[in-house]
Nanobody
Framework: QVQLVASGGGQVQAGGSLRLSCAISGRTSTVYRMGWFRQAPGKDREFVAGMYWSEGATYYPDSVKGRFTTSRNNAENTMFLQMNSLNLEDTAVYYC????????????WGQGTQVTVSS
């Protein structure tokens, strides 16, 4: 199994940027895919970025494409989410999650970090 710790949230003005981090520990060699999700109050959890861990291929939903970028530092087993041009609708708790090889879902989750975008 793996352990995930998300950090980097905070308050930012609309139009600003923020970078989140996700530290990954444990059996990192078993990670197949990593993802970033968010959940705003009263709304369902929403996927915002994904990465196939071994090759580093990334993908995004249309809602954030061109504004959000996920990357990694392999040496430090850390994943990042760079968020630019933030708007009020981006306010949410952001989570990183891991899907391990031979599993079908994101079964491991970080604790979440709050991102608040103000006008």
């Amino acid at each position: 199994q793996v352990q995930l710790v998300a950090s980097g949230g905070g308050q930012v003005q609309a139009g600003g940027s923020l970078r989140l981090s996700c530290a990954i520990s444990g059996r990192t060699s078993t990670v197949y895919r990593m993802g970033w999700f968010r959940q705003a109050p009263g709304k369902d959890r929403e996927f915002v970025a994904g990465m196939y861990w071994s090759e580093g291929a990334t993908y995004y939903p249309d809602s954030v494409k061109g504004r959000f970028t996920t990357s990694r530092n392999n040496a430090e087993n850390t994943m990042f989410l760079q968020m630019n041009s933030l708007n009020l609708e981006d306010t949410a708790v952001y989570y990183c999650a891991a899907q391990l090889v031979r599993l079908n879902h994101f079964d491991y989750w970080g604790q979440g970090t709050q991102v608040t975008v103000s006008s």
